[in-house]
């Protein structure tokens, strides 16, 4: 049984970076995407960006400039670093496992459990 | 990139059925037939419940059930239980290997 392990600073101040760690336990990391999400207190997701087991990344437009998501394969583990935080990044953030069809991420089937990143002064 | 569109919220009584629609355009929602639903209860990560527009992940009750015309998806959850009150969103492949989000739904079992 896939697990998605999770862990991270959970208090930032403003112009700080955001890092956050996720490890795939009981499986392959190869054949999977593997995806950030994140969801502001009371709103709703929104998908971050992926990476493959072969380091190729994938970020959605808005956070592209702030973004970088890099792995680990020996680990099993894929990290999100976004920078210049401020209190709009405030959010609960999740890694996920990626499936694809014919080679196109299609959805998230196996959530970490979630990491609440505060920014605040 | 834009959110896809969903209903704030929607409601039922046991055992009705209840319908959440996810609008998009035809660079999502109408352009592919990746559409997958996933259900949050507070406090929780999402769980999928379906992905390829219609088919259900192994465990997920055939009450749930998913389609899409044009560019509006649907979700349909069949003879309500009072378990099924949670948030449920919408997910789209948008090409470039990039994927995006309805805002999602609250539904309530009255």
């Known amino acids: 049984q896939v697990q998605l392990q999770q862990w991270g600073a959970g208090l930032l101040k403003p112009s700080e970076t955001l890092s956050l760690t996720c490890a795939v336990d009981g499986g392959s990391f190869s054949g999977y995407y593997w995806s950030w999400i994140r969801q502001p207190p009371g709103k709703g997701l929104e998908w971050i960006g992926e990476i493959n087991h072969s380091g190729s990344t994938y970020y959605n437009p808005s956070l592209k400039s702030r973004v970088t998501i890099s792995s680990d394969t020996s680990k099993n583990q894929f990290s999100l670093k976004l920078t210049s935080v401020t209190a709009a990044d405030t959010a609960v953030f999740y890694c996920?496992?990626?499936?694809?069809?014919?080679?196109?991420?299609?959805?998230?089937?196996?959530w970490g459990q979630g990491t609440l990143v505060t920014v605040s002064s | 990139q834009s959110a896809l569109t969903q209903p704030r919220s929607v409601s039922g009584s046991p055992g009705q059925s209840v319908t959440i629609s996810c609008t998009g355009t035809s660079s999502d929602v109408g352009g592919y037939n990746y559409v997958s639903w996933y259900q949050q209860h507070p406090g929780k990560a999402p769980k999928l419940m379906i992905y390829d527009v219609s088919k259900r992940p192994s465990g997920v009750p055939d009450r749930f059930s998913g389609s899409k015309s044009g560019k509006t998806a649907s979700l349909t959850i069949s003879g309500l239980q009072a378990e099924d009150e949670a948030d449920y969103f919408c997910c789209s492949y948008a090409g470039t290997y990039s994927l995006v989000f309805g805002g999602g739904t609250k539904l309530t079992v009255l």
């Open positions: 996920a496992r990626t499936f694809l069809y014919f080679g196109i991420p299609d959805a998230f089937d196996i």
